[in-house]
């Protein structure tokens, strides 16, 4: 199976209106069009009955002391851990492609509560849910894609992962809202074939992305 989009190449710069924030002279960032990439997929194997994707950040801090904080640097060294940005299973088998924008067109505060998506696909909660916890304006439950937004001052690039999975059962019998930890236990055992594509972010002005 083969996954590209007229988004971004694979290992190339996702553009910013795929963005959660872009860079601003002002307060670092702005929040941006937060528009899903378009995504689709080829040579799809025999058998498949449902899709599922996802898209995980694995460049994100284990440590926040430094995070956005004036004067201070992330360090590219400190060790990284895993955002979820996207879940979504029970894509039905007729569906190969996903145009950008259909999913997410903006930031919602307190989080999308019913994403749009492929007709009976269910989408799983993003860690901005988690994020956003303690903010008062920010803060709830964000279902679907909400695109890159890592810390102002990383000096790592950040690395995207879009992945999506063939699976051998229509339905994985998830509800809407459902964590990563439910999508890795109900696909497992029932993945045909998948295929990735990656994309870089940054938000670092000290840093160029070509």
């Known amino acids: 199976m083969k996954l590209y989009s007229r988004s971004l190449v694979d290992g190339g710069v996702i553009p910013g209106r795929c963005a959660f924030a872009v860079q601003a002279p002002v307060a670092h960032l702005r929040l ?4 899903n990439p378009h995504l689709a997929w080829t040579q799809v194997p025999e058998g498949t009955r449902s899709f599922a994707l996802s898209c995980i950040d694995s460049e994100v801090p284990t440590r926040g002391d430094d995070v956005n904080q004036e004067g201070r640097i992330v360090p590219a060294d400190l060790p990284r851990a895993d955002f979820v940005h996207w879940l979504m299973v029970d894509i039905p088998a007729s ?3 996903i145009a950008e924008g259909a999913c997410s067109a903006g930031v919602t505060a307190k989080g999308k509560r019913e994403p749009a998506g492929p007709a009976g696909s269910v ?3 993003n860690d901005y849910t988690g994020w956003f916890g303690s903010d008062a304006q920010m803060g709830g439950q964000y279902l679907g894609y ?6 102002w001052n990383d000096a790592r690039v950040h690395r995207y992962r ?5 699976l051998d059962t229509a339905g994985l ?6 964590a990563r930890a439910d999508f890795e236990r109900a696909v497992s055992g029932h993945v045909l074939a998948r295929a990735s594509i990656l994309g870089r972010y940054s938000l670092n002005p000290a840093i160029r992305l070509r």
């Open 32 to 35: 941006s069009q937060n528009r």
């Open 173 to 178: 019998g998830l509800a809407p809202g459902f």
């Open 123 to 125: 989408q799983g909660v």
């Open 162 to 166: 879009f992945e999506v999975l063939a």
């Open 146 to 151: 909400d695109g890159p937004c890592p810390p």
């Open 95 to 97: 569906v190969q492609q």
